[in-house]
């Protein structure tokens, strides 16, 4: 409590300076005495963040066990302000198989809540220690009530565990109902101590006060900032989907073998960011201190404008790479050039040349500016907050392992195998880095640790480096090599984003692009801070050169001018071949009744013989739904051969269509591809490198390397691929040059003709221009339509158009893939050529989710056509066996299996929140499905024989209504993560979900209520 005072009385002394000019060495002192009270706040924090995040993936383990109602709660929800709406969990989980884990995992959640409470209950004394106010007296008293009935909860928790543990039913319903009354006493003791905490004005006044002097600092180093928010949300926020896709690849680091390589890689790379953070930190701090105490001093302009010189530089350096590159293959100049240049280009020198004009016309001209009041608190935040986001990136590095370690941790060896070793002594290794990263906060301080010295004292923020001083050289000199390594780093990347991604792996990558893009912004607006900004920025009345709005914010608009204008539609062109596809001998069905007509297939269902009509749905996913869709449609090969070549049509998005195209060029078979004879490889290496960290690792090579320079600076940069030479790719092209890699057939060229094993496939697509939903496949339904008039009511589907058969016949089964699955961010938009696709040439494609996730949307939108044709074909007198339409829908996440509890009557002021609820569920899965189910109902001809409508209900009602679900069953397992790359952990996921739905000896629950499962299909 003395350290604090002292402290304060520093930091007072310092700030009642305001309004004349500050002593350096005071806020030296200031910042000196401060830096333990903050390496204690940033050690507690790490404490609590690290046990909620824990905690939090502890909860989604629980959240997957269902109980004999099959309903789904988490022990948040228990625990939580609205735990009177979870009353029914404890029997839940009692009931549930998994009882005992659920009770392990709730003392595990107790054991973790442990170190939470006790850093929340420090960090509130200390605060009210160091500030006491007229109310703290009453807080202090608060605050050990809410001790107490934490320690209540508990105990309340464990009887309600034991009760879990022996499957008791009735007794944890009851314990649980005494935790719910004691997690409601506590939110109530929080309310009253926060208001308690808030009710006095001095205590208002200075959390008010550190806020704003905190946003202020975080604003100066702004990059740093961004840096940091960016690991937060990629490594640390327990979340699935998108953000389950790090800590997943952090999880194939322990995949047998061990990746040590890339393990080392990731913490260089996070002590790389870290160096950078503090260096740029300094720098900018130097400014503040020197600003806030009166001896900064601004030199001319020239210094500036030859500053300035470094962004035409680096646009030469950068287009020079480009143009010999293009030239490699054997481009002349004027196509390497034409292949090298975009508008974007033109953009660049545009707005440079105008900056530089303005000011060399308004040079020596100055414009009053108002004078900002001396402030202590500015210099003695920046130089706090500076040096803690350097720490704060090796927290958060700490962070992010515990966050993907915690559910193979807490699943257990016998879930996890041999590698659960290193995933405890990795979640270990983080939980201790989270905690050991804030002491390095007091070894940089003015007395530095040896290890430290050295680069504290080449960082000093107290020593001034201004042109004449001895020390300006050395410092212009280390800006330019930063600057200069910066650029044949990321020009490195751009060239070679495989090889980049295949060496360091994913995680280190992007740590590293992200870092030597901060660094070359960083370096420059260090170099220019010491220097008078340009005349045209002091008429705008700036006192420094806006370098972030002239770095990122102009490229972001003028490059959204040029995509908006197609301006430059190659950047990110859809990737074509110039290879036709062979005609099959005899040529396959292109319509309906051809089709069916050469479905042959009979089956006994309900005891009658039937031939199956199968319509394939195939949700999206990334790398996850491929997997799934592939290894199903695999099983049913396997379980019924007869039927898995009874596909009449097949939809799917995104992942799914990946996966569908992979079943009908047979990638992940073994067996020979259609188009070459040659065998495929071994199934689950193809897999293994389908689903590998340098799939997603080249991508996100691109996104912050070429593409961003090709947007930027108007510049394409071609990359080197294996086997495929130069050339310029954007991101999706990498991915679509990795799953060729890994399954040559998909190099072939895309054939949308009838398939034996996927029938018509339709793979959808997004049309951002229109919001239209666009169909890659063989249109043979009749609908016709192009753009724009896909509303149109005669459409079908609805509110879609087909991409043209001549498009289709300039790509191969990887870009037609490609065009369901670009996921904007991970991919970009794809941009259809003028020329073939002359009809649709403003067309911008994304992925088909953004439309309809599910693949369901398009089979019900063709399920009159397709209905009306079974029918038909049923009508022939001369059939023996009538034929029966099944819908499989193949859904790769988990969740459609929980049954959602009907809640009570909704106070009325609620009613138009949770309203809304009822426009989801009418486009829901199950809605679709019903629909469809809906639709093939009449398959039979009007006037048909009894024996029709017979033997085809008898069979609906042996089959669910038509209807068979694949999906995951809700378990407690690693969730397998939205994106291009898959660990070990959730490759054996998704393999035992679809184990459990073939064991037909022991069949799983229905996903659906009155659908049917995979083993309805087995003999």
């Excluded at 500036?304 to 950068?318: C, I, K």
């Excluded at 001549?806 to 794809?830: E, H, K, N």
Aim: aromatic residues 6%; hydrophobic residues 50%.
């Amino acid at each position: 409590m003395a350290e604090g005072s002292a402290t304060t009385e520093l930091v007072n002394a310092a700030s009642s300076a305001l309004g004349v000019p500050v002593d350096p060495v005071a806020v030296a002192a200031a910042v000196s005495a401060r830096r333990p009270v903050v390496a204690r706040l940033l050690i507690w924090l790490g404490v609590a963040a690290g046990s909620l995040i824990a905690i939090a993936e502890l909860d989604r383990l629980i959240a997957a066990v269902l109980g004999d109602n099959r309903t789904s709660h988490t022990l948040g929800s228990v625990i939580g302000p609205l735990a009177f709406t979870a009353g029914g969990a404890w029997e839940a989980w009692a009931s549930s198989d998994a009882h005992g884990q659920v009770a392990a995992w709730v003392a595990w959640a107790i054991v973790l809540d442990v170190p939470f409470i006790v850093a929340y209950v420090i960090l509130l004394r200390r605060f009210l220690s160091a500030w006491p106010t007229a109310g703290s007296a009453a807080s202090r008293k608060i605050l050990d009530v809410l001790i107490g009935v934490e320690v209540l909860e508990a105990l309340a928790l464990g009887w309600a565990l034991v009760c879990v543990a022996t499957g008791a039913g009735g007794a944890a319903s009851v314990a649980g109902g005494f935790v719910m009354g004691v997690a409601l006493l506590k939110w109530v003791v929080v309310v009253v101590l926060a208001a308690s905490l808030m009710r006095t004005p001095a205590t208002r006044a200075t959390i008010g006060r550190i806020i704003v002097r905190g946003m202020r600092a975080l604003w100066l180093h702004r990059l740093s900032a961004v840096v940091v928010a960016l690991l937060v949300v990629l490594a640390c926020i327990p979340q699935d989907g998108v953000l389950d896709q790090l800590p997943d690849i952090q999880r194939q680091w322990i995949d047998q073998p061990v990746s040590f390589g890339q393990i080392l890689c990731a913490v260089g790379s996070i002590l790389f960011a870290a160096l950078a953070a503090f260096a740029l930190g300094r720098a900018r701090t130097r400014r503040s201190v020197a600003r806030e105490s009166g001896t900064q001093t601004l030199p001319g302009e020239l210094g500036n404008t030859l500053w300035w010189a470094l962004a035409p530089a680096a646009w030469l350096v950068t287009a020079t790479t480009a143009v010999l590159l293009n030239l490699a293959p054997g481009l002349d100049f004027g196509e390497a050039l034409a292949a090298t240049l975009g508008a974007g280009s033109y953009f660049f020198w545009g707005i440079l040349i105008l900056i530089l004009v303005i000011s060399f016309v308004l040079r020596g001209r100055t414009w009053p500016v108002s004078p900002r009041p001396f402030d202590a608190s500015r210099a003695i935040y920046a130089w706090l907050v500076g040096d803690t986001l350097a720490v704060v990136v090796m927290s958060v590095g700490g962070l992010g392992l515990v966050r993907s370690l915690a559910a193979p941790v807490f699943l257990g060896p016998a879930s996890s195998g041999p590698t659960w070793a290193w995933a405890f002594g990795l979640f270990v290794v983080g939980a201790i880095a989270t905690c050991a990263a804030p002491l390095v906060l007091r070894g940089i301080g003015t007395d530095p640790w040896p290890i430290f010295a050295p680069l504290v004292s080449r960082n000093d923020p107290l020593e001034p480096r201004l042109p004449g001083k001895p020390q300006h050289g050395p410092h212009v000199r280390s800006l330019i090599v930063i600057c200069g390594v910066a650029i044949v780093v990321i020009l490195a990347v751009t060239v070679f984003p495989v090889y980049a991604a295949d060496l360091i792996g994913p995680v280190a990558l992007t740590v590293v692009l992200v870092t030597a893009w901060t660094a070359l912004l960083g370096a420059f607006t260090v170099a220019i801070q010491d220097h008078r900004p340009l005349a045209v920025f002091r008429l705008m009345r700036l006192t420094g050169t806006p370098v972030l709005t002239l770095a990122i914010t102009l490229p972001l608009v003028y490059a959204s001018i040029v995509s908006a204008a197609g301006w430059d539609t190659e950047v990110h062109a859809v990737r074509e071949t110039s290879v036709a596809s062979e005609e099959s001998d005899p040529p396959p069905p292109r319509d309906l009744e051809d089709a069916l007509a050469q479905l042959d297939c009979t089956i006994s269902v309900g005891g009658n013989s039937v031939q199956p009509v199968v319509m394939i749905a195939a949700e999206g996913g990334g790398i996850r739904a491929a997997y799934w869709t592939a290894r199903v449609m695999g099983e049913l090969r396997e379980l019924d051969p007869c039927i898995a070549e009874s596909v009449l049509v097949s939809s799917g998005v995104s992942g799914g269509s990946v996966g569908l195209v992979l079943t009908a060029t047979e990638a992940v078979t073994g067996e020979p591809a259609p188009t070459t004879g040659a065998p495929a490889a071994d199934e689950d290496e193809t897999w293994d490198a389908l689903a590998s960290p340098a799939v997603v690792g080249s991508a996100v090579a691109s996104l912050l390397s070429g593409d961003v320079i090709a947007t930027g600076l108007g510049v394409r940069v071609p990359s080197l691929v294996p086997g495929d030479g130069l050339a310029w790719r954007d991101r999706a092209g990498l991915i679509e040059e990795g799953w060729i890699a890994a399954a040559a057939a998909l190099a072939e060229p895309y054939d949308s003709a009838f398939n034996e094993h996927t029938g018509f496939m339709l793979l959808n697509s997004t049309d951002t221009n229109s919001g239209c939903r666009v169909l890659v496949g063989l249109d043979v339904f009749g609908a016709g339509s192009s753009p724009p008039w896909c509303g149109s009511v005669r459409d079908v589907p609805a509110t879609s158009w087909w991409l043209g058969e001549a498009c289709q016949d300039s790509l191969d089964w990887a870009s037609a893939a490609m065009l369901s699955a670009r996921f904007p961010v991970v991919t970009p938009g794809g941009q259809l050529r003028a020329g073939d696709c002359s009809s649709a040439d403003e067309a911008q494609l994304i992925d088909g989710g953004y439309s309809e996730g599910s693949g369901l949307g398009t089979i019900a939108d063709l399920t009159p056509a397709i209905s009306e044709a079974i029918r038909e074909a049923n009508a022939d007198p001369e059939r023996t066996h009538y034929l029966l339409p099944i819908t499989i829908y193949l859904r790769n996440s988990s969740g459609i299996d929980v049954a959602t509890e009907i809640g009570e009557l909704t106070a009325e002021p609620l009613v138009p929140l949770t309203g809304l609820a009822a426009a989801s569920r009418q486009v829901s899965d199950v809605t679709w499905l019903q629909r469809i189910a809906a639709g093939f109902a009449e398959a039979c001809p009007d006037g048909a024989t009894d024996d029709c409508d017979t033997e085809l209900d008898d069979a609906r009602d042996e089959i669910g209504n038509g209807v068979i679900v694949v999906a995951p069953g809700t378990t407690p397992t690693v969730v397998p993560p939205l994106g291009w790359a898959l660990s070990s952990y959730s490759i054996d996921s998704l393999d035992r979900a679809l184990a459990a739905q073939v064991d037909c000896a022991n069949p799983p629950k229905p996903a659906v209520a009155g659908a049917a499962g995979l083993c309805a299909l087995s003999d």
